[in-house]
Nanobody
């Protein structure tokens, strides 16, 4: 059974909105540092948004700042990503990731201390 299960991926037109959700298993729920990553065809994986429940802090990649919002439900069992003003450049597989290490470092530093979901496809058409 997957520890993290994403949902909400779809095909939308440019300018549209989508909200992705990630359900955490009992093993993962309660993790205070989680993020959304994405990978587009032919491109490197990119950290999109990071959330620390400990200090209620959210951080975003420059490419999505002001358009995406990451939130976590109070029970820490669901992580959400609200995406607005979508562009074709947002087309990618989006992954929910839990950080099991210490603190909540920059996403570029996340390595083996992570647990990944299987991903959900987001396609934005022009």
């Amino acid at each position: 059974q997957a520890q993290l299960m994403e949902s909400g991926g779809d095909s939308v037109q440019a300018g549209g909105s989508l909200t992705l959700s990630c359900a955490a298993s009992e093993y993962i729920s309660g993790t205070s540092c989680m993020a959304w990553f994405r990978q587009a065809p032919g491109k490197e994986r990119e950290g999109v948004a990071r959330f620390s429940a400990t200090i209620h802090y959210a951080a975003y990649a420059d490419s999505v700042e002001g358009r995406f919002t990451i939130t976590q439900d109070n029970d820490k069992k669901t992580l959400n990503l609200k995406m607005t003003s979508l562009t074709p450049e947002d087309t990618a597989i989006y992954y929910c990731v839990a950080y099991r290490g210490r603190g909540c470092p920059l996403m570029t530093k996340w390595g083996t201390e992570t647990v990944w979901g299987l991903g959900t496809q987001v396609t934005v058409t022009s």
